[in-house]
């Protein structure tokens, strides 16, 4: 089964608009990883939240996470055509990592 | 792609055939994972590694071993290859500072064909 789950499944929008993307986990974790697979390659992280942080940014990117929910969000602001790609949640806890299905974003110019 | 290489990059072959693909890591990091994906799937681990010989099966390692003999390589063997293990395999590695639920680093990949 997968620990995370992303919502939605695909998105697309307008160069210059945001982005949101949410992840669903099951179970108590220690932190929570976004990556992002470009077509054809492989995953490349990046941002890493812990259980006790609530908020955490990254140039365009901020993520949140609601333990009591058991739910994260990415938003990507002023969007770039550059940012297509399909975006992967994996919720850890102890020991395991699971990644979920993924969200594919499209981001036109 | 953090210093990883996998091999090969493609791969096509025949139901019954053994197949190993390796990955190799210039990092020196401790943990390296094998990791297959397929569509409606997102990525499922099927073995790691924790050290030289120090290995554990993951969610999905039925019909899968593997082998680290030195820090740099982690092979994964299909023993017989079947058409349900045609997908894209995925190398990571990463040094934690506990467990292996920390950021990973992840290779070009490998999409395998069993026909």
């Known amino acids: 089964s997968q620990q995370g789950e992303e919502d939605p499944q695909a998105l697309s929008i307008q160069e210059g608009e945001n982005a949101t993307m949410n992840c669903s986990y099951k179970t108590s974790i220690n932190n929570l990883q976004w990556y992002r697979q470009n077509s054809g390659r492989g995953l490349v992280h990046l941002i890493l939240i812990r259980s006790n942080e609530r908020e955490k940014h990254s140039g365009r990117l901020r993520v949140t996470l609601d333990t009591s929910k058991k739910s994260s969000s990415l938003l990507i602001t002023a969007s770039r055509a550059a940012d297509t790609a399909s975006y992967f949640c994996a919720a850890g806890d102890n020991n395991d990592m699971r990644f979920g299905a993924g969200t594919r974003l499209t981001v036109k110019p | 792609d953090a210093g990883i290489t996998q091999s090969p990059r493609h791969k096509v072959t025949e139901t019954g055939t053994p197949v190993t693909l390796r990955c190799h890591q210039t990092?020196?990091?401790?943990?390296m994972y094998w990791y297959r994906q397929d569509p409606g799937h997102g990525l499922r681990l099927i073995h790691y590694s924790y050290g030289v010989k120090d290995t554990d099966k993951g969610e999905v390692s039925d019909g899968y071993s593997v082998s680290r003999s030195k820090t740099e390589d982690f092979l994964l063997t299909l023993e017989s290859a079947t058409s349900s293990q045609t997908s894209v395999y995925f190398c990571a590695i990463s040094e934690p500072a506990s467990g292996y639920t920390d950021t990973q680093y992840f290779g070009p990949g490998t999409r395998l064909t069993v026909l």
């Open positions: 990092e020196n990091h401790r943990y």
